[in-house]
């Protein structure tokens, strides 16, 4: 489904077919034709393989990925692919990966499901992926290990620590091929889709229908490129009976536990009383472990959460060599260009504190210092954690153990376009 919504999308096909004869892979036959599911229209893709049921080790798939003419990076994540499916399965079985022979997975379909899902993704430029939270479906499955539980064991393995749900008629939506190519595309989850301009969409078809449409869907987001976008989720509790050092010492703990950022908030509850709302922002991978602790060091009885969703600057640090020491300057970018900046305030309260110079003072020199280094393009990169340590001697002499390094600022990585898809039945 997967592949097929690529197609649809990009009308590729030919290139795939082109790829995978660079692989000593043989005994099978493509084939990709237009069917509907639920009324809905899409592509679906089939691979006819005849050579039976045949079990794979990881060390034989290794050898023909890496045996290949493929490209390094497609070996690279095929290769990752299968060993994580391979560490999934051992998990289970309680065997070392290296031991694991492949029966579904193994065969040439699955094959060619995972490394034809990272030809076109190279195809595309190796865009972010991002999906939607999985319907993992519900019922039994048959394999060659008998009639298991939905969603099966390798597949739950491959999934800790990613959201899911449980919706429709029973049947296996998210397979274990479908599942390792959520994990090694890196799991990002999001339960609407990304900021960004839609640039194209395709339809991957299932080979079951049922009353939920068995369809995977795949859109090509251009990002703006003057603002940054995120997803996230806001967690809120209203608490009317806690002591305010209480109060700092839970916000202590939720920024321990992941919280991007807590803050708290007057409100009026019933029966007329003052009370503190306590609200606290993180990425959702990190909210079901947030609300455990807000409700484990709160008097709350209960945690709301919605999901939310931010524009941001671009923002980097370099640093700035002062006459009183090294400086972190803080830098918000949009279209490319410096619209604000300003030094880090826990340095120069550092730089304050140990010469007994108001901070006021040193915040001016540093503006000046700045705009002079600006002018005369004198500001560099270096190692701050190396430099901020010196010790109140070396402040004296802002030269006297100067070293060489980089400092890498912290950014968020966002690519040019974004993948949302939906992994159903069939989802390899």
């Known amino acids: 489904m997967f592949l097929a919504a690529l197609f649809d999308m990009t009308d590729s096909f030919e290139h795939l077919k082109k790829e995978l004869n660079k692989m ?4 099978y036959s493509l084939d990709l034709f237009k069917d509907k599911r639920g009324g809905i229209s899409g592509l679906r893709f089939d691979v006819d393989s005849k050579e039976g049921h045949v079990h794979r080790h990881l060390s034989y798939i290794e050898e023909m990925i890496q045996g ?3 490209s390094d990076e497609v070996k690279k994540m095929t290769v990752r692919a299968f060993t994580l499916l391979a560490e999934a399965e051992g ?4 065997e070392p990966a290296d031991h694991v022979h492949f029966h579904e997975v193994g065969a040439v379909d ?5 490394t034809g899902a990272m030809i076109m993704l190279e195809y595309l430029g190796w865009p972010e992926v991002v999906f939607s939270p999985l319907n993992v479906g519900s019922g039994t499955v048959s394999c060659a290990h008998g009639v ?4 099966a064991p390798a597949t739950v393995e491959l999934l800790k620590g990613i959201s899911v749900y449980s919706e429709g008629d029973p049947m296996e939506r998210v397979t274990p091929t479908g599942a390792v190519l959520v994990k090694s595309l890196g799991g990002r989850i999001s339960a609407g889709m990304p900021h960004g301009k839609i640039a194209d969409t395709g339809i991957g078809l299932g080979s ?4 939920l449409p068995n369809i995977l869907r795949a859109t090509m987001l251009e990002k703006n490129d003057a603002l940054l976008f995120d997803r996230g989720v806001e967690l809120s509790a209203n608490i009317d009976d806690m002591l305010p050092q209480d109060l700092a010492f839970l916000m202590e703990k939720l920024f321990d536990a992941g919280a991007l950022d807590v803050w708290f908030e007057n409100i009026q509850m019933k029966k007329n009383r003052p009370a503190v709302k306590v609200c606290v922002l993180c990425h959702e991978s990190y909210s079901e472990l947030l609300q455990e602790t807000l409700l484990r060091e709160s008097s709350s009885l209960g945690v709301r959460k919605i999901y939310v969703e931010r524009s941001m600057l671009e923002r980097s ?4 060599e002062t006459s009183l020491g090294p400086v972190r300057i803080k830098m918000a970018v949009m279209g490319g260009k410096i619209i604000k900046e300003m030094p880090e305030f826990e340095d120069i309260k550092k730089i304050a504190s140990e010469r007994s110079i108001p901070l006021s003072e040193v915040r001016s020199l540093i503006a000046r210092e700045r705009e002079t280094a600006v002018k005369s393009s004198k500001l560099i990169q270096g190692d701050f954690e190396t430099k901020l340590n010196m010790t109140k001697e070396d402040l004296k002499d802002p030269h006297a153990k100067e070293t060489d390094g980089h400092y890498h600022g912290l950014h968020h990585s966002h690519s040019h376009s974004h993948d949302h898809s939906e992994i159903g039945e069939e989802g390899k």
């Open 24 to 27: 000593p892979l043989s005994g």
């Open 68 to 70: 290949s003419t493929l």
């Open 91 to 94: 998990k289970v079985h309680g």
């Open 110 to 114: 699955s094959i060619i499901d995972i």
């Open 148 to 151: 298991l539980p939905v969603p």
């Open 208 to 211: 079951r229908d049922g009353i």
């Open 317 to 320: 640090t370099e640093i700035l």
